[in-house]
């Protein structure tokens, strides 16, 4: 058990005077602090399922790094860092730039504690490049989420943190009550739900969290329980109460704007969020009829909303998007059963016009919606990352034939479903598979892009580890590569002359991660330094066998370089880099900090 980190009790502030916290209300409730008992969900791992190095996983239970400083693989770390991932060609761009994240929330983890609790305190434990928490949720209902903290990304100084910022105070029970467990006097114990949603943009490197703590007070009687569970003593002092809005509705005689052409009005309002045309409907009849014009909804963006989109909101949106082109679903839909069917119905009205499709981390989207989106036949882009349908769905997509844009990330899709897919899709421009621990024949795969997808410029497919140096081969004939991710692909195996083919053949390749390619030495790197004049990212992460010289080589033949990762590479000296970062300051040249910096008085 921690220390105590609930407030001590004091006299209420003017501001504070409306609410009334339920610990001073009621004096005999239990004060508790607990560790997460279970990671729920997440958008960004670095292990794969069967590691626990860098696993989500290793938020569970107690800090068992803090308070050192460093790269630690029993910690959570997020793959993504730094503006890099968002300068690759495949990067999602915004469909609906006016519905952007005003904060930047680029993943989130969401956890389970033992015991519901009214929250007060919550207590991250950051181990390296902390300040990528830019908000905290509590779940208070299984389909409420109430925000408890929220503030932008921060530079940190190079040491561990514990964050423990000021959250806003609630008077109910966080919980979900979709997970119970029993006691032995069979009363529900009911987990309390934590989201962390993080920016790591602007980080220099990996962002790792070692655990999560919170605290808060817990009812000791029953009565208090179903008081809390209720939200009761959700309360205002009687000069507060909400006061009876005044109407804002405007005159028709008096409103110029609504004067103006329709097609004006509605070229106005292609500028507005949702919110803002939420806003506007209310105004009078003429604005009300403009927000309803499809034209307004032909991109639509969701993801930022997730904590308030359910299946009545989308079918509210089904009338007007009957002309959809651009949807994100990203995020949406995981607190409601109905969802799934609602969807469905959706896409069967909207999607004759659908180009772009992006349902990334959704939990909703199951076999009969993969189907249903096979049907949508002018689909050029598609993100199903971290989707839970079956592998044999997949082969349904096969009725594509317009794709260039194909994310599978983290999914069960197969060797046969996906050649399938490749081949109907022969424009495929990027392709990521990252993750797909399912695919067993991934030089098939290879093979088949190379003969079917002759345009492909991304190709990514990091720790989709079945990958030989026959495979690696095929990407010589991909000649408009311009990224190639083959992260942690050979472990083990000697890549034999592959790098060397590739560089050969595709001589355009920008960016280039071979990170943990065991085998790689010198003189296998020679030719992708000598031929890709136009690298901008190279990844070196963990080849051991590599040297300084070759390093150099790079630094110096390569103009356009911006990022060069030499983490783990132990043949390279710390004192090498120190001068290559001054010798080449246009270049960030990245080293993972294995040292250990203990401070137990933080």
């Known amino acids: 058990m921690q220390p105590n980190l609930i407030k001590s009790i004091r006299p209420l502030t003017e501001t504070e005077k409306q609410f009334i916290p339920v610990e001073i209300m009621v004096n005999d409730m239990n004060t508790w602090e607990q560790y997460a008992e279970k990671v729920i969900n997440f958008t960004s791992r670095y292990n794969i399922s069967f590691s626990i190095s860098y696993a989500p996983d290793n938020l569970v239970g107690k800090y068992s790094k803090y308070p050192s400083y460093g790269d630690f693989p029993e910690t959570y770390s997020l793959r993504s860092y730094g503006k890099w991932w968002k300068e690759s060609e495949a990067h999602q761009r915004e469909y609906m730039p006016q519905e952007s994240d005003p904060l930047g929330a680029e993943d989130y983890v969401t956890l389970g504690f033992e015991r519901a609790v009214v929250p007060r305190d919550v ?24 925000l408890l903290w ?7 100084p190079e040491e561990s943190r514990k964050f423990h910022p000021t959250i ?29 949603e993080f920016n790591q943009s602007h980080l220099k490197y990996h962002t790792a969290i070692d655990a999560v703590l919170l605290g808060g007070y817990q009812p000791k009687r029953i009565l208090q329980q179903h008081v809390l569970q209720n939200d009761l003593l959700n309360w205002r002092s009687s000069n507060d109460s ?30 507005l969020d949702l919110k803002s045309l939420c806003r506007c409907a209310q105004v009078n009849k003429t604005w009300y009829e403009a927000t309803c014009d499809p034209i307004l909804y032909q991109n639509l963006t969701l993801k930022r909303y997730w904590h308030r989109i359910n299946s009545k ?32 119905l959706f896409l069967h009205h909207c999607c004759q016009h659908l180009t772009h499709l992006s349902l990334c981390h959704c939990e909703f989207v199951n076999n009969e919606i993969v189907t249903k989106i096979s049907q949508c036949r002018e689909l050029t882009e598609l993100r199903l990352r971290n989707t839970k349908a079956d592998y044999f769905a997949f082969q349904n997509l096969a009725r594509l034939s317009k794709l260039n844009t194909l994310d599978l990330c983290c999914t069960s899709v197969t060797d046969g479903p996906l050649m399938a897919i490749l081949k109907a899709n022969q424009n495929l421009t990027h392709l990521m598979l990252d993750f797909c ?9 290879v093979e088949t892009v190379a003969n079917h997808n002759r345009s492909l410029r991304t190709w990514s497919s990091f720790k989709t580890t079945t990958l030989t140096p026959s495979g ?7 000649a408009n590569l311009r990224e190639l991710d083959l992260g942690w692909c050979f472990l083990f195996a000697h890549p034999g002359d592959c790098l060397e083919r590739i560089a050969a053949n595709c001589p355009h390749l920008k960016r280039l991660i071979i990170s943990q390619w065991r085998g790689v030495n010198d003189q296998m790197l020679l030719p992708v330094v000598t031929n890709c004049k136009d690298l901008t990212l190279l990844d070196l992460l963990g080849i ?9 080589r790079a630094l110096v033949s390569l103009s356009h370089l911006k990022l060069l990762d030499i983490s783990f590479c132990d043949s390279i000296s710390d004192n090498q880099v120190l001068l290559w970062r001054q010798n080449y300051p246009n270049v960030t040249i990245q080293r993972s900090c294995q040292f250990l910096v203990m401070d137990y008085l933080n």
């Not at 929220?150 to 940190?156: I, L, N, S, T």
């Not at 009876?244 to 292609?270: G, Y």
């Not at 002309?323 to 069917?341: N, P």
């Not at 690696?472 to 991909?478: A, Q, T």
């Open 123 to 146: 207590c991250i434990y950051e181990t390296y490049n902390p300040g990528a928490v830019v908000r905290i949720w509590g779940r208070f209902s299984e389909r409420h989420w109430k």
């Open 150 to 156: 929220e503030g932008p990304p921060e530079v940190y």
């Open 168 to 196: 806003t105070k609630y008077n109910c029970l966080i919980k979900s009550v979709g997970d119970f467990r029993f006691s032995r006097f069979t009363t529900p114990l009911i987990f309390s739900e934590i989201r962390l």
């Open 242 to 271: 909400p006061k009876k809005q005044m109407t804002n509705t405007v005159n028709d005689n008096c409103d110029f704007f609504s004067h103006l052409p329709h097609e004006v009005i509605l070229h106005i309002f292609q500028y």
């Open 313 to 344: 909101n989308l079918n509210f949106f089904k009338n007007r998007c009957c002309g959809i082109r651009k949807l994100d679903l990203s995020w949406c839909g995981s607190d409601d059963k109905f969802f799934s069917s609602t969807f469905l």
């Open 437 to 445: 621990e399912n695919i067993v024949q991934l030089d098939q795969i």
């Open 472 to 478: 690696g081969l095929h990407f010589s004939r991909c």
């Open 544 to 552: 051991k066998s590599i040297t300084g010289e070759i390093c150099e």
